[in-house]
């Protein structure tokens, strides 16, 4: 189970920390990553990382105001986000997955076998 927290709104430029707590597997063998989807719009990934906090992956939109890190010991994935803009508005989704993929694959979400419900994030113009 993954639970995503941490979402609410916020003016441009500012900032928010996502958090998502994972339950009932064996978090340090999954990659997890972050996903959002916005209003209208498809769910589109946002960043990943692998099972030992080592390699990153970000979509471009969010490259160098995004940062995803983990904590194997608390079962925790973060998602620190900086400098955010009102296209940054979604439903932002935690997901978990198996470690069995080259590392691009994790930017689909088939790539992925666990998700959270979502957390909202609004950020005002």
């Known amino acids: 189970q993954l639970q995503a927290s941490g979402g609410g709104l916020v003016q441009a430029w500012g900032s928010l920390r996502l958090s998502c707590a994972a339950s009932g597997l064996a978090f340090g063998t999954y990659v997890m990553g972050w996903f959002r989807q916005a209003p209208g719009k498809e769910r589109e990934f946002v960043a990943s990382i692998n099972w030992s906090s080592g390699p990153t992956n970000s979509a471009d939109s969010v490259k160098g105001r995004f940062t995803i890190s983990r904590d194997n010991a608390k079962n925790m994935v973060y998602l620190r986000m900086n400098s955010l803009k009102p296209e940054d508005t979604a439903v932002y989704y935690c997901?978990?997955?198996?470690?069995?993929?080259?590392?691009?694959?994790?930017?689909?979400?088939?790539?992925?076998?666990?998700w959270g419900q979502g957390t909202v994030v609004t950020v005002s113009s």
């Open positions: 997901a978990a997955g198996p470690a069995y993929y080259s590392s691009n694959y994790y930017n689909t979400e088939s790539a992925y076998r666990y």
